[in-house]
């Protein structure tokens, strides 16, 4: 079955960076759009960035120019590089892949 596996996440101070991994197995890595979404306490889940097999990405406005989203499909692995981070970052990062799965989290938390 489809399983995602996300690691990477920790405490960070602001301007820091971070670099979450998502481990994936079940299905064809390189085939289906994937992506990272992020859930801050009180808030709906939102899209943070995307990536199709294509290679085109897909990123919310209020993460361009900070995090990049890539795949290595020898590897299995989705990533996301997230520079200069802000408070405002704090959440739990979730790796997704388009049949409707969803890894269990991992806590990023900004803060001095």
């Known amino acids: 079955q489809v399983q995602l596996v996300e690691s990477g996440g920790g405490l960070v101070q602001p301007g820091g960076s971070l670099r979450l991994s998502c481990a994936a197995s079940?299905?064809?890595?390189?085939?289906?759009?994937m992506g990272w979404y992020r859930q801050a306490p009180g808030k709906q889940r939102e899209m943070v960035a995307t990536?199709?097999?294509?290679?085109?990405?897909a990123y919310a406005d209020s993460v361009k120019g900070r995090f990049t989203i890539s795949r290595d499909n020898a590897k299995k692995t989705l990533y996301l590089q997230m520079n200069n981070l802000k408070p405002d970052d704090t959440a739990v990062y979730y790796c997704?892949?388009?049949?409707?799965?969803w890894g269990q989290g991992t806590q990023v938390t900004v803060s001095s």
């Open positions: 997704y892949v388009n049949f409707g799965n």
């Open positions: 079940g299905f064809i890595f390189s085939l289906p759009t």
């Open positions: 990536i199709r097999h294509s290679g085109d990405t």
